[in-house]
């Protein structure tokens, strides 16, 4: 079992910087396959960026190319999404997720994800 905590979020102006932070306990990061996901209020959850558990191999969305990073640090078994030039539609609530099943080394879909923190909201302002 792996216990994940978000955090980081919060109410931000457009183009504006926020770093969430994704912070494992019970079992390492190390063997997951780690996903950011966001949910806004009448959509479905949507991937952002994944991390493969070897940390060599990354996934962004197009909404987020060239404005969001996702890296990990095994030594604080914790996974981050730095997010810049931040616009109102990245409003929503963002989830971190783990895979366990190194079924694919960066899966995309929610289901493919067995642990999931309880989401930290990002709000943004025009």
């Known amino acids: 079992q792996v216990q994940l905590v978000e955090s980081g979020g919060g109410s931000v102006q457009a183009g504006g910087s926020l770093r969430l932070s994704c912070a494992a306990s019970?079992?390492?990061?190390?063997?997951?396959?780690t996903g950011w996901f966001r949910q806004a209020p009448g959509k479905e959850r949507e991937c952002v960026a994944v991390?493969?558990?070897?940390?060599?191999?990354?996934y962004y969305a197009d909404s987020g190319k060239g404005r969001f990073t996702i890296s990990r640090d095994n030594a604080k078994n914790t996974v981050y999404l730095q997010m810049n030039s931040l616009k109102p539609e990245d409003t929503a609530v963002y989830y971190c997720?783990?895979?366990?099943?190194?079924?694919?080394?960066?899966?995309?879909?929610?289901?493919?994800?067995?642990?999931w923190g309880q989401g930290t909201q990002v709000t943004v302002s025009s």
């Open positions: 997720a783990a895979d366990s099943s190194l079924a694919m080394l960066v899966p995309t879909t929610p289901a493919m994800y067995d642990y």
């Open positions: 019970g079992r390492t990061l190390r063997t997951y396959a």
């Open positions: 991390i493969s558990w070897i940390g060599t191999n990354t």
